[in-house]
């Protein structure tokens, strides 16, 4: 019966020390580049650089920092991709359009290295015709294949698919970044 017990004693710890590898792999992911943080460091801001806000913007109830444009844009950050990186942000209109007539905004993130351009994200957000956009809508982008290399990443906005309507088109990147695990 002994060796009931330790066996018992030895199957316990190795859960025990299984759930803590687990817990510390999934917690090592960290933040490589908070684009809000780094605003000012954005290597282009058009059409103007005053378009631009940055600010906690809350979303059915949701805060996060934010970087708000209102009129279609174009936002970059050079930087070096990290291993095992990914481009993550939450994408929304602000409140005050939601019951305004217009036709969203198409929200796109892109990454430019050895003068080749990648599309990497393409959402429209439309909450005046769409009530499930009415929210932080999330988008997430793989990095890995641009790992070690020196690049753009851009975050645009533009109109919805209607043409050029811009009304109320008061885009919000949530709390844009690049995370690395």
Known sequence: MAWLRWFSLGLLLGLSALSLWRRLDHSTQGIAADF???????????????????????????????????????????LTVPGNAWVEAELALQEAAWTLAGDGVLFRIGISFDGRYDELVTQVVNPFVLPDDRRWV????????????????????????????????LAVWGAPRVATR
Request: hydrophobic residues 35%; negative net charge; without cysteine.
């Open 36 to 78: 809000v943080q780094q605003f000012e460091n954005a290597s282009l801001r058009r059409p103007d650089p005053d378009v631009f806000a940055v600010r906690d913007v809350s979303i059915s109830g949701l805060s996060k920092p934010s970087i708000t444009v209102q009129q279609p844009s174009r936002i970059a950050w050079d």
């Open 138 to 169: 999330p988008v997430v982008a793989d990095l890995s294949p641009y790992a070690g290399r020196a690049v753009s990443l851009i975050f645009n906005t533009r109109p919805g698919l209607e043409g050029d309507n811009r009304d109320h088109d």
